[in-house]
């Protein structure tokens, strides 16, 4: 299982930098480019001195038979004209013309729709190896907590027997629960928690119940395991 998240890491990871490449790559020949007047793309057309025009909207990016790239922009309503074409095409000139791009909505959405969408998978992929396959933090609502409410049966420290020394040390904690403003005025802060040591069927789970059932409170149960898995991302499981 370990391998299998570890090969989606790294194949998600591959196509997010791809996914880069391809969206700031595309512009680089454009940015490379030197921009010149229309004019004298016309100038370089009759000399004889263009290799390959390619025609993007309002935009005419050409190269010349030095290898050497550059930009121009018709002049606004102006079209290139059949004999300005012809002339290309007399000279061996590869021309090619990009389809018009739809509108700006459209054109932001085709090229930001896969990055978004490789990103929602990377995120998907980072939960699912964070939380042991939970779905990391936000699984926590999926967690293996069971509640106990009276209706299980309220126990009391009444119902524990032979631990006297620990129901009295845990009486504190029993009067904070109930009654929490008491403390808070006078500046006490409220216990984290409780320790509960020894060896099993002692009753440690039997008297966290009493405190609950004492203090009027809801009871929570839950393996140690179930915490391993949930926070570390490695369970007994």
């Known amino acids: 299982m370990g391998n299998a998240r570890n090969i989606a890491f790294w194949v998600v990871l591959f196509l997010l930098i791809l996914a880069l490449f391809n969206l700031f790559g595309n512009g680089q020949t454009t940015m490379n480019a030197r921009t010149l007047s229309y004019s004298e ?8 001195d263009v290799s390959a025009v390619v025609i993007d909207g309002e ?7 030095d290898g050497k790239s550059f930009v121009t922009v018709k002049p606004a309503g102006e079209e290139l004209n059949d004999k ?6 007399a ?3 590869s021309v090619k013309a990009k389809p018009q791009e739809q509108s700006g909505f459209f054109s932001l959405l085709g090229v930001w729709l896969p990055f978004l969408v490789l990103i929602g998978i990377w995120i998907f992929f980072m939960n699912r190896m964070q939380g042991g396959g939970r779905g990391g933090a936000m699984g926590f609502g999926k967690s293996r907590a069971k ?4 209706k299980h049966g ?4 009444d119902d524990v027997a032979g631990i006297d020394e620990a129901k009295e040390e845990l009486e504190e904690i029993v009067e904070f629960l109930r009654n929490p403003q008491k403390f808070s005025r006078l500046g ?9 040591v020894g060896p099993p069927g002692t009753g440690k789970t039997l008297l966290a119940r009493a405190i609950a059932g004492e203090a009027g409170v809801p009871f929570f149960t839950i393996s140690g395991s179930d915490f391993v ?6 369970g007994a499981s």
């Open 41 to 48: 793309f016309v100038q370089k057309v009759d000399a004889g």
């Open 59 to 65: 935009q005419v990016e050409f190269q010349t038979k």
């Open 84 to 89: 300005l074409v012809e002339s290309l095409i």
């Open 91 to 93: 000279k061996d000139v």
């Open 147 to 150: 509640l106990l409410t009276e």
């Open 154 to 157: 309220r126990v009391t420290f």
């Open 188 to 196: 006490g802060k409220i216990p984290k928690g409780a320790l509960l």
């Open 229 to 234: 898995e949930m926070f570390v991302g490695v």
